[in-house]
């Protein structure tokens, strides 16, 4: 098997693979991760997870390298991570008893051949009806300012929640699992 190396410095993605007990190394790809113009949702986390997997394969031969990225989609626009308290609040009070979409891009580079597989996995999110007191109590607590959509699925954040839908809720939290075994499966790595 052909080592496998993570692009990403996430944490919280490092995390979701080790699920998938495979060893595995990480490696934070340099890349412009600007919208282009005209470009849709799905087209630019599919450009940005193959980008980040591209990214790296110079320096990394003979590797399987995973690219992943994910962008949230309020009332058809994209929210990036919040980065401040007061946007995080923005952005949750705006979402309050709506849908949030995610769309996570997925790709998997074999750079020994040049092979690579690209998806994007959707997730929807319908948040409870949320007043200030409330979110501003969940950001105290778990300020998950690094986050898109301003909350963290894979802990409190989950209490925002109505209810959810989609075929791999790991894709929420931004590595989707379902997808990725399918995909390493396809190069021959065996799981478990």
């Not at 080592?3 to 699920?19: D, I, N």
């Not at 409330?134 to 301003?150: F, K, M, T």
């Not at 699925?153 to 109505?162: D, I, K, N, R, Y």
């Amino acid at each position: 098997m052909l080592p496998l190396l993570l692009a990403s410095s996430s944490v919280y993605r490092r995390e979701l693979l080790s699920r998938l007990h495979v060893p595995f190394i990480c490696s934070s790809p340099d890349i412009d991760e600007s919208h282009r113009a005209n470009e849709s949702a799905v087209d630019l986390v599919k450009r940005l997870a193959e980008g980040k997997a591209r990214a790296l394969a110079a320096s990394h031969p003979g590797h399987l390298i995973i690219g992943s990225d994910q962008v949230a989609a309020l009332d058809g626009r994209i929210i990036g991570k919040p980065h401040t308290f007061e946007n995080a609040r923005e952005q949750l009070l705006a979402a309050s008893g709506k849908r949030v979409s995610f769309l996570t891009g997925l790709a998997l580079l074999n750079s020994e051949t040049g092979h690579c597989q690209v998806d994007c996995v959707p997730f929807t999110v319908h948040m409870r009806e949320l007043d200030v007191e409330r979110v501003e109590r969940y950001l105290r607590i778990e300020q998950p300012y690094d986050c898109a959509g301003s909350f963290k699925a894979e802990g409190l954040g989950v209490s925002l929640f109505q209810s959810t839908e989609g075929p791999d809720s790991t894709s929420l939290v931004g590595l989707p699992l379902i997808r990725l075994v399918d995909m390493l499966l396809a190069e021959g790595v065996q799981i478990p």
